[in-house]
């Protein structure tokens, strides 16, 4: 199945600045990526869908201006958090789907945990 | 997509048979059932998918029954490394582009 690697692993930084996370798609073209984010003890929550080329579609409640989003190539897909807050902490992951044996199959990457102090 | 409902947590103890049931009364006629395993700090992982019957793989097994109202997912034989938070997610997913949409998976916890 399709490797995705997330970068970083996870991030420390301090309130009001902005933090970057990529989303490569190692093995496999990804027209359409997906960005989720975790609360401790909660499940995964789609935040927006990046589509390569153009605009992201965001989940409602999600502020775009606040999760730039941007995918620029078949293989990377970024999500910067402005002006992060403590609020903004949780762990974020994003996703692929590939054509599986019956059907697609969605493979994720390790993860990027963000705390902001 | 459909909603599906699952146990929040279960317990296990190592070297048991683990089912765990997932309910999803409205789903399509398109839609596959799909299972994935998140460990702690780490993405979710592809467990197995099926759309009815039986399929088995060398992780695990997924039962459908015919009105596919429900689908249990059997871990043979657990060991601790099972330990885990397992998602049952319905839908069309055909295309690449289709979001998929998490539940509140069951939490697993396999003891010694």
């Known amino acids: 199945g399709a490797v995705v690697s997330q970068h970083p692993s996870w991030v420390i930084c301090k309130s009001g600045t902005s933090v970057k996370i990529e989303c490569r798609s190692l093995?496999?073209?990804?027209?359409?990526m997906f960005w989720y984010r975790q609360f401790p003890k909660q499940s995964l929550m789609l935040m927006a869908t990046s589509n390569e080329g153009s605009k992201a579609t965001y989940e409602q409640g999600v502020e775009k201006d606040k999760f730039l989003i941007n995918h620029a190539s078949l293989t990377l897909s970024t999500l910067t958090v402005t002006s992060a807050h403590p609020e903004d902490s949780s762990f974020y992951i994003c996703?692929?789907?590939?054509?599986?044996?019956?059907?697609?199959?969605?493979?994720f990457g390790q993860g990027t945990r963000l705390t902001v102090v | 997509l459909a909603k599906t409902t699952q146990p929040i947590s279960m317990d296990s103890y190592e070297g048991q048979e683990v089912n765990i049931t997932c309910s999803h009364n409205?789903?399509?006629?398109?839609?596959?059932i799909t299972w994935y395993q998140q460990f702690p700090s780490q993405g979710p992982r592809f467990i197995i998918q099926g759309y009815k019957t039986k399929v088995t793989n060398e992780v695990a097994s997924l039962f459908i029954p015919a009105d596919r109202k429900s689908s249990t997912l059997s871990l043979p034989r657990v060991s601790l490394s099972d330990t885990a938070v397992y998602y049952c997610?319905?839908?069309?997913?055909?295309?690449?582009?289709?979001?998929?949409?998490f539940g509140t998976g069951t939490r697993l916890a396999v003891r010694p």
């Open positions: 409205n789903i399509a006629t398109n839609d596959y």
């Open positions: 996703s692929v789907k590939e054509q599986g044996f019956l059907n697609t199959e969605a493979f």
């Open positions: 093995d496999f073209q990804a027209t359409t």
């Open positions: 997610l319905v839908g069309e997913g055909l295309s690449s582009g289709d979001k998929l949409t």
